[in-house]
């Protein structure tokens, strides 16, 4: 019964019982061997539980008691670069507080990106096997107004369909998202006739006068 007993002991914790709910040290390396091979799934099927999961290895210091530094246990254990840790849980917090699901550590890390001013480049993007966009190189991207967090809230509020497709990472970025959607307010310049009729609001009826005596417009005279 003895032999039995401990046999269930052993066994008796779930894959996520913190590592503070087991009193037996000498157990932890067992269970962060267990822990970190589901979060390296969890990190791309679902977020909560991978940053979960992540959250108990930084609080305790789990590589140490897999004989190992902390770079190498990420990238060895979960396939991931700890120096994106800080971007997947900001990106995160961005995406849950618009009310979205995020699926997928990229997804955070986009979300957690200001978008780029005019003449900077944003990384482009391909399909990878499993469907999802990554980043690859860099394209030039236009004019833009507000964060990756404001275009989300207005995909949330006006999209709220396109911006859960952005939050399963059908959308290779939020801009594409924004484009699908149908948003013009940024990601390109205005057009010649825009910025005409802009200017034009902001002109003087001496200055409206000069440009189309400039052009060669006829001017209608009051009757």
């Known amino acids: 019964m003895g032999a039995i007993k401990g046999l269930t002991e052993k066994t008796a914790h779930s894959i996520m019982t913190p590592l503070e709910r087991i009193a037996e040290k000498k157990d932890w390396p067992d269970q962060i061997y267990r822990q970190a091979s589901f979060a390296k799934s969890a990190l791309n099927t679902d977020l909560k539980i991978g940053i979960d999961i ?31 840790l800080p971007n997947i849980m900001e990106g995160y917090k961005v995406l849950v507080a618009q009310g979205l699901t995020p699926t997928h550590w990229r997804q955070a890390v986009e979300a957690a990106k200001p978008l780029p001013k005019v003449g900077e480049s944003a990384k482009t993007a391909k399909r990878g096997k499993d469907g999802k966009w990554i980043a690859t190189g860099n394209q030039n991207l236009g004019r833009h107004r507000g964060g990756n967090s404001q275009i989300i809230a207005r995909l949330k509020r006006d999209h709220p369909d396109i911006a859960q497709r952005l939050a399963n990472g059908e959308f290779r970025s939020v801009r594409a998202a924004a484009r699908a959607a149908g948003i013009q307010w940024f990601g390109q310049a205005p057009s ?24 060669g417009a006829v001017i209608a005279k009051s009757a």
């Open 54 to 84: 992540v959250t108990d290895f930084e609080k305790h210091r789990a590589w140490e008691y897999m004989e190992q530094d902390r770079e190498t246990f990420y990238r060895f254990r979960l396939n991931i670069d700890p120096a994106s």
């Open 192 to 215: 010649s006739l825009v910025r005409l009729r802009y200017n034009w609001r902001k002109a003087s009826e001496e200055q409206r006068r000069a440009f189309l005596s400039e052009i």
